[in-house]
């Protein structure tokens, strides 16, 4: 492994490849969990498909047409290699938020599940699907405490030993709001020996760590291309496949039928029943170009850089007088705090119109989480493989200038 200052150095020379920093000289961007900066190679992707390639998928047997589908075929692929999956068990989506609703909805529909369960720090994307189909399906819905920020093993096998089975367990590999890395390699042995299935909500996890589907216990996993560099509107759920044949579509319509008849209607097999309609083509081939650039990059070296910015964070507003870090000590990629007497949309707002300094404020998608530590609102900072240690200092310095401007 590098040195921090060698990774530093890396990481540094890869920011050229972000054409968002050159058209915005000075721009701190700190908001990667919400959306990350796209390099010249996922833009320069969707700007060829268009200019050379643009035809509808699976559909047209002209050389425009086929040459369509195979590029989107090529992102499937490109996307079970880069998560060590099978390409069957890729699915297209719009987002993570439309792969969980696909999958609470469809779940609740097999009349399998008795039981939805949730740690309440989940993002809203992972949190209301799963209370609103349990609801609208007459299935049990168990959201589960956490203490403070973290999910702890013994709580999970508590509740676990109480629940209705069969039963979902769905949890995030990385909370959004704070960083908190959950467990749910355990948590997935633990679902699995109760009775139960687990739905891993990647959004965040996967663009910052290296991720085996085939080796993980994770029944399904969602995550959201514009999380890691790629465009916005595409998405994946991952399925293993013993679950296909169950599970029904989630939406009906064009490509994902077999046969057509008056009286019914026979769905196609595999990851094509899942995916009804036109995709977003451009959406998934910016996703490949997205994967092959971070596996050129490197996910262990990404991982160790973002560790040592989230580090660096944590130490440096912590010194700060007045500020309060709500990210547990060892969090990953985010670092959530608030001022004792600046409101979060006031400092961020400072932050953001004064110094170019980009910070996510509000709730998070994650009323919850902020309920359970007394909060309606916070600042967070997200960190990805285009920031610097630059970027950390401008962020400390800039709240300690908005500390002497409004006090
Ligand atoms: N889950 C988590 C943990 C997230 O951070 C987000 C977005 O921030 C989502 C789900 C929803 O992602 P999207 O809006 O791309 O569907």
Redesign the pocket.
Same mark, same amino acid.
């Given at each position: 492994m590098l040195s921090t200052d060698a990774l530093a150095d890396k990481f540094l020379r890869l920011r050229g490849d972000f054409p968002v920093f050159r058209e915005n000289p000075g721009l701190v961007y700190l908001d990667s969990?919400?959306t990350t900066q796209k390099p010249e190679s996922v833009i320069g992707s969707i700007v060829d498909f268009y200019e050379k390639s643009n035809s509808n998928v699976h559909r047209g047997v002209y050389p425009l047409a086929e040459r369509a589908t195979s590029l989107y075929e090529n992102s499937r692929r490109a996307v079970s290699v880069f998560l060590d999956s099978s390409y069957e068990e890729v699915i297209f989506t719009k987002?993570?938020?439309e792969g969980l609703n696909m999958l609470a909805s469809s779940l609740a529909g097999t009349g399998v599940y008795k039981t939805f369960a949730v740690p309440v720090f989940e993002?809203h994307? %992972?949190f209301v699907p799963w209370q609103q189909y349990a609801k609208r399906n007459g299935l049990d819905f168990l959201p589960l405490p956490v203490s403070g920020v973290e999910l702890s093993i013994e709580s999970v096998r508590r509740v676990l030993s109480q629940i209705r089975a069969p039963f979902v367990f769905a949890v995030?590999g990385l909370v %959004?709001s704070t960083g908190y890395r959950t467990d749910f390699e355990e948590i997935a042995e633990l679902v699995h020996n109760h009775g139960g299935v687990i739905a891993l909500?990647g959004?965040?996890l996967i663009p910052h760590e290296r991720f085996s589907f085939r080796n993980s216990e994770i029944d399904f996993l969602a995550f959201?291309g514009?999380?890691l560099l790629a465009e916005t509107g595409v998405?994946c759920l991952l399925m293993k496949k013993k679950f296909q044949e169950e599970i029904p579509p989630f939406l009906f319509g064009g490509e994902m039928v077999n046969w057509v008849e008056e009286s019914d209607t026979s769905f196609a097999e595999g990851v094509s029943k899942f995916e009804g309609g036109t995709p977003n083509i451009s959406g998934a081939i910016s996703l490949k170009a997205a994967v092959e650039y971070l596996e050129t990059v490197d996910m262990d070296l990404l991982e160790a850089h973002v560790a040592n910015l989230t580090d660096l964070a944590r130490q440096k507003l912590s010194a700060i007088p007045g500020l309060t870090i709500h990210s547990p000590e060892n969090s990953h990629a985010i670092v959530m705090f608030t001022h004792e007497k600046i409101h979060s949309h006031d400092l961020s707002e400072f932050l953001g119109r004064r110094l170019n300094i980009a910070v996510r404020s509000g709730h998070h998608?994650s009323q919850l989480q902020l309920k359970s530590l007394g909060l309606t609102s916070s600042c967070r900072a997200s960190f990805y493989l285009y920031n610097t240690f630059e970027d950390v200092g401008r962020l400390a310095e800039g709240i300690e200038e908005a500390v002497r401007w409004f006090l």
């Open positions: 969990a919400a987002s993570t938020t993002h994307s %992972n995030t %959004n909500d959004a965040q959201s514009h999380k998405g998608c």
